[in-house]
């Protein structure tokens, strides 16, 4: 089992950065897949990218080229930096851990955070 929480969020204006991090506890942090996804107002939970346990990437084409994930072991922690961002990016940003590999629905996760909201002003 692992417990994640996120940090990192806030208040950006368009085309500014933020840096998210996803901290994991439990001594297989390794094993596991982690992504990134993010829910709207109104809208659906979607994801923005993941990182396997060999560090292998995938993005949402929404957010390719724009954000990045990596994976620090000694920390424990994924990060999520995100660059040039839009006011669409607003939203609560989840990280979540799964055993499968190359998945990008969320009933595929078996592990939550509990969310940091980023707002994108315009």
Not at 52 to 74: E, L, N, Q
Not at 83 to 91: H, I, W, Y
């Amino acid at each position: 089992q692992v417990q994640l929480v996120e940090s990192g969020g806030g208040l950006v204006q368009a085309v500014g950065s933020l840096r998210l991090s996803c901290a994991a506890s439990g001594r297989t942090f390794s094993t596991y897949t982690i992504a990134w996804f993010r829910q709207a107002p109104g809208k659906v939970r979607e994801f923005v990218a993941r990182i396997s346990r060999s560090d292998y990437t995938y993005y949402a084409d929404t957010v390719k080229g724009r954000f990045t994930i990596t994976r620090d072991y000694a920390k424990n922690t994924v990060y999520l930096k995100m660059n040039s961002l839009k006011p669409e990016d607003t939203a609560v940003y989840y990280c979540a851990a799964t055993t499968g590999v190359y998945v990008v629905t969320a009933d595929k996760y078996d592990y939550w955070g509990q969310g940091t909201q980023v707002t994108v002003s315009s």
